[in-house]
């Protein structure tokens, strides 16, 4: 097929028509509110629900509140999350809960942010929270362990509290 | 048996009466024998309907258990054929049989069929009652889920979903029970799981022959126990872990090490005896956490025992051979495959006749011990295995230790008494007759070729898995695979020729025995015969007149009987 090719006008040809009409946009934008920001020394305000890093939390008394079922590690899209067991030794400190991650490993370069390990969670343990830039100098210091996905989730405040309250059923029972 | 008794038996094993299952007829043995004492007993419900693929849940009932009844899950409708004043069948208009229904419902367990008998296992009368037992099941069931093991293979889970209700109508206080009891050295039980199935309680006390548990506190804290000051240890303990249908007994072997479904699972079958108990490999990223029995009816039905479960750590252990070594000016110095086959293949070959003696060990694979004879048969070489005789028990554990001791009697790698031809290889190395020494799987300075004397030989060519005094002496180290990673056979002590397949990688630069000795062969032979595993059973098969007539398709799951 031939294409026609659309003959130009003089003001066309000129070229410098168009070119105002570019630095009065210009112009008009230097006077206007900036939209950009000055990234990074200046942050975004991160919005209500954003889906940013998952971090492990404790509850208001200091547990840690995954207990190993593996379920994010199960549901996760790019094998992110890896996680080991306690193994067979009861721990007498965890009382009536049982289990508590041996080792809980999210690997970030992997982590796509899809927030399947928080819907999935029975435990409410590991949210998707505020951290969208994350940096570090070499793979392995993106896989982060247990300390610092705790010491980064911060608390959550548990109101059921599932176990506390099935311990003093228990007691209450004559039972443990 | 008597030629009566034997008439009886082929005359009920044929004689089937047609029930209607779901409206549909079905024609079903009128007995079947009883689980425990194999006597012929009148076929259950729920057998009948199991055995045409009619699903009817149940967690007390258990194929290989005697009936205890007492779960009410398998409730089923149920009706005979109406009969007239003349005490005739009535028929309906389009010639099928008149029903007239009970007006209660039965358990499927343990109600005996009878001829023309209609069960109706999907009414919705049938489905209300499943669901009615099941928040009765779950009313105080703890809700563990997350931090119980049975996850994923837990029968109230399954049936919850098929028939659960999505909210619990209980606002009173669940009933809680001890967790985390000791019951023995390999059971954790958790009372609030328990459903008082008394699965546990007739495996010990019909099956293991230990009548150790039972039910205590009769009421809302009954609770499953063992005799006061009696631990529950007998080696079938781990069975009753299998055969829970909740999370209420534990292996504290697997307790908390993995979820169920990350486990891939594995066919495959036993090695700690010559009994060959099928069992199923559960493995995740090459590392093995534990064997489940699996069923064989002419091996070890549902069942295994406690050691030969346990027995699978050394297969991750640390201190795996994983490097093919050399002895280079006295010590040991890594090398290649292709280099160490190369040599080994050339130094059998220039041995003189009779001066080769060959240690392959009965824990090697009928391929593999093939391929060994194969590779040797020129050389008049003296080949033994070495007899490992422990003490049998009632019920699976078999005095050979060894799982493949048939295996080498078929394959003329032991003669028939297992290690009496080692004495005469110590005694030929001695005389310096025998300058070559292949040894597969043993350390042979603890069975009758002491360490001494290994120095006498010019090869010493040694294959095996763990480190041990002969490997430190080798000539030629080859790491070998366990049964775990490999594929193959074993004969076990009956004659049974089973296969397994293979679960997790070999570690480092192991490779599976049967793989080298072929290229061993090859090298040598020029003609290794077959490259890949099932080609190489079924040359083995026409080879070896105990194998003739099966073949590696023909094995299927179950194996095949040889004919020793």
Known sequence: ?176 | MTNVTAERQEKSAVETVSVWIDGQAYDVPKTMPHPVSGEQVGTTMIQACHMHGIDVPYYCYHPKLPVAGNCRMCLVEFGTPALGPDRQPLYNEDGSPQIRKSPRPVIACATPISPGMAIYTQTPEAKQMRESVLEFLLINHPLDCPICDQAGECKLQEYAVDYGKADSRFVEQKVHKPKQVDLGPRIMLDDERCILCSRCIRFTRDIAGDDALGFADRGSYSILTNYPGKPFDNNYTLNTADICPVGALTSKDFRFQMRVWFLKETKSVCTSCGTGCNIMIGSRNDRIYRYTPRENDAVNSCWMCDYGRLNYKWINREDRLREVQQRRDGAPAKTNWSVALKEVAERIESSPSGSIGVVASARLTNEELYLVRRLVQDKDAITDSVPRMGEADHLLVDADKNPNTNGAHATGIAAKKVGADIATIADRIRQGKIKTLLVFGEDVTKHGIEADLLKELDTLVVSDILPNATTERADYLLPGCAHAEKRGTFTNAKGRVQKFMKAIEGPGDARPEWEFLHELVQRKTHDGGSANLPALFNEMAEQVPAFHGLSWGELKDTGAQASL
């Open chain 1, 1 to 176: 097929m031939k294409v026609q090719r659309k003959t130009l006008s003089l003001a066309e040809k000129l070229y410098l028509p168009a070119i105002f009409k570019g630095l009065k946009i210009t112009l008009r934008h230097m006077f206007k509110k900036k939209a950009t920001m000055q990234y990074p020394e200046e942050h975004w305000v991160v919005p209500e629900g954003y889906r940013g890093a998952p971090y492990l939390v404790r509850d208001q008394h200091g547990r840690t509140k995954c207990v190993s079922c593996q379920l994010c590690e199960f549901v996760c899209p790019p094998k992110a999350i890896k996680i080991t067991p306690p193994g067979p030794q009861v721990n007498p400190n965890v009382g009536n809960v049982e289990k508590e991650p041996k080792e809980f490993e999210i690997d970030m370069l992997r982590c796509i942010f899809c927030g399947y390990c928080q819907e999935v969670c029975p435990e409410e343990a590991i949210f998707l929270m505020q951290d969208y830039s994350l940096t570090g100098e070499s793979r392995k210091e993106m896989v982060y362990d247990k300390e610092k996905l705790l010491a980064l989730g911060g608390v959550h405040n548990d109101p059921i509290e599932k176990w506390k309250r099935k311990e003093m059923e228990a007691r209450e029972q004559g039972v443990g």
